[in-house]
């Protein structure tokens, strides 16, 4: 059995399709998110899908003073990590956090200031351990900010140049970094949002993270089309981008 991979937001459906790929190929796992039951039911069905070890435990990535110790909990209960995948995140309500800044904190929060919250932790042990990967997931939206999603869009936008930065200091420790940038995905976060195109499915994010892992990625788009399409969007001169209904 290979050692084990902390997965953060582990009921989200990019994270089981992630938690599949990986228990297939003979991980073990530890699972965290805030729901505790449905991570239960989780690690059983991979348990028995794959015989292999899956653990699991309460996180709330809110809770930024905990951090360290979380970190240090799962290290105790599974020795030493392979590596740690994040996919906790929250659209929110776009329309209300343009005007309440309330409702935009806590996307930034949960989305950025989160995020590198947890990562410090890990990129730390990662650094000593000298080996082993953190892989995060953003989104095309952190690409580019636009009036529909510029609150979300600009946390996963802030955690893709911290994601960068945490690649270039820790490459010479020989850790991956790899950042995730899905397209729109059909997952409980989207269900039923109006305006979706060329909607992937988690299987297919999960499936590109473990070969992106293997292939020592710095940085996937998926589906990879999601690359040409961003590129394009980010020639747009600003002059007439910022006239664009989008
Ligand atoms: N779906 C898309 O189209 C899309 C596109 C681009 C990027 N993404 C990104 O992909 C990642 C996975 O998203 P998904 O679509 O699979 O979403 P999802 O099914 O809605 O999952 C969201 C995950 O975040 C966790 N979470 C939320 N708040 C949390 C908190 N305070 N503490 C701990 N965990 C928390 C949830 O766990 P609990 O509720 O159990 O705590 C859940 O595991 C996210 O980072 C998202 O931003 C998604």
Not at 90 to 97: R, S
Request: charged residues 20%; contains cysteine.
């Amino acid at each position: 059995m290979k050692r084990p991979v902390l997965i953060l937001g582990a009921t989200s459906a990019i994270a089981r399709a992630t938690a599949n790929a990986l228990a297939e190929k003979g991980y073990s796992l530890y699972l965290a998110s805030r729901d505790e039951q449905e991570l239960g039911r989780i690690a059983q069905d991979l348990r028995v899908r794959y015989h292999t070890d899956v653990q699991y435990g309460f996180y709330d990535i809110g809770n930024l003073e905990r951090n360290p110790l979380f970190f240090q909990q799962v290290l105790q209960r599974t020795g030493e990590l392979e590596g740690v995948i994040l996919a906790i995140g929250e659209l929110g309500k776009q329309t209300a956090a343009i005007h309440d800044f309330n409702e935009a904190e806590k996307i930034i929060r949960r989305n950025y200031v989160g995020a590198c919250a947890i990562l410090t932790p890990c990129a730390d042990y990662m650094e000593k351990l000298k080996k082993g990967f953190i892989v995060a997931i953003t989104s095309v939206a952190g690409d580019r900010g636009r009036q529909s999603n510029y609150v979300y869009g600009s946390a996963k936008g802030g955690l893709t140049i911290f994601l960068q930065g945490l690649r270039n200091r820790l490459s010479a420790s020989g850790v991956q970094v790899m950042t995730v940038k899905p397209g729109f995905v059909d997952t409980a976060m989207t269900f039923g949002l109006p305006g979706m195109f060329l909607v992937a499915q988690p299987s297919q994010v999960g499936n590109a993270i473990v070969r992106g892992i293997e292939k020592k990625k710095n940085e996937i788009y998926v589906p990879w089309f999601w690359s040409t399409i961003m590129g394009v969007i980010k020639c747009i001169p600003e002059r007439l981008f910022k006239n664009m209904k989008l």
